[in-house]
């Protein structure tokens, strides 16, 4: 019930495309979905990140999109850029009155942009 | 901008040797936390760290495994006796806690176990 599960695991689009992830989860009790960013041989980055009250968050070329009927959501990245290419997590968490707890990653996006 | 850092960036240990991995989180942050990640393979939680003891652990974090902040900046993991099944890379994040949820990560310690 603690997995999230995330898809595809590899992901090729054209510069100026739209790059789309998904992910699902099982526990209702999680209540913050971060997406995290990591280049080979670094730490996750944050990227952006929603609380389940709204359903779409934009930040620049980054949407995050929330179904919470049907425990799903997506990372959406509008004009996809050469620098875009990386390896993307999502992840869930429950935050409680003391700060959030433990971070469950979805099984990663290696995402290519191509010229 | 404040990062979290971590020392050494790779270390090298034989099978059955003691490992200390140091981190700095950020500065204001109350909550530690240790993840890792076999090459490869996804993030997986390890053990969470706040006011000065372990708030949550994972199976993985077995009796092998220490957390320790032993001063007012560092936060340590110890590993007693390496396994070559700890090859991996483990990552350290802070977080402000209460309101602010965000984790941040620090860039990684590759450790290899031989």
């Known amino acids: 019930q603690q997995q999230v599960k995330q898809s595809p695991q590899s992901l090729i689009v054209q510069k100026g495309g739209i790059s789309i992830i998904n992910c699902a989860y099982e526990?209702?009790?999680?209540?913050?979905f971060p997406w995290y960013q990591q280049f080979p041989g670094k730490g996750p980055a944050l990227l952006i990140a929603?609380?389940?009250?709204?359903s779409e968050k934009k930040e620049g070329r980054f949407t995050i999109s929330f179904n919470k009927s049907a425990k799903q959501f997506s990372l959406h990245i509008m004009d996809s850029q050469p620098g875009d290419s990386a390896t993307y997590f999502c992840?869930?968490?429950?935050?409680?009155?003391?700060?959030?707890?433990?971070?469950?990653f979805g099984t990663g996006t290696r995402l290519t942009i191509i010229p | 901008e404040p990062e979290v850092t971590q020392t050494p960036s790779h270390q090298v240990t034989q099978m059955g040797q003691e490992v200390i991995l140091r981190c700095v989180p950020i500065?204001?942050?109350?909550?530690f936390y240790w993840y890792r990640q076999i090459l490869g393979q996804k993030v997986e939680f390890l053990v969470s760290?706040?006011?000065?003891?372990?708030?949550?652990k994972s199976e993985i974090f077995d009796d092998q495994f220490s957390v320790e902040r032993p001063d007012g900046s560092n936060f340590t993991l110890k590993i007693r006796s390496t396994k070559l099944e700890d090859s991996a890379m483990y990552f350290c994040?802070?977080?402000?806690?209460?309101?602010?949820?965000?984790?941040?990560f620090g860039p990684g310690t590759r450790l290899t176990v031989l």
């Open positions: 992840a869930a968490s429950r935050v409680s009155n003391f700060g959030n707890e433990k971070l469950t």
């Open positions: 929603i609380r389940p009250d709204v």
């Open positions: 760290f706040y006011n000065n003891e372990i708030s949550e």
């Open positions: 994040a802070s977080s402000r806690g209460s309101v602010v949820v965000e984790q941040f």
């Open positions: 526990n209702t009790a999680f209540d913050y």
């Open positions: 500065s204001n942050h109350l909550y």
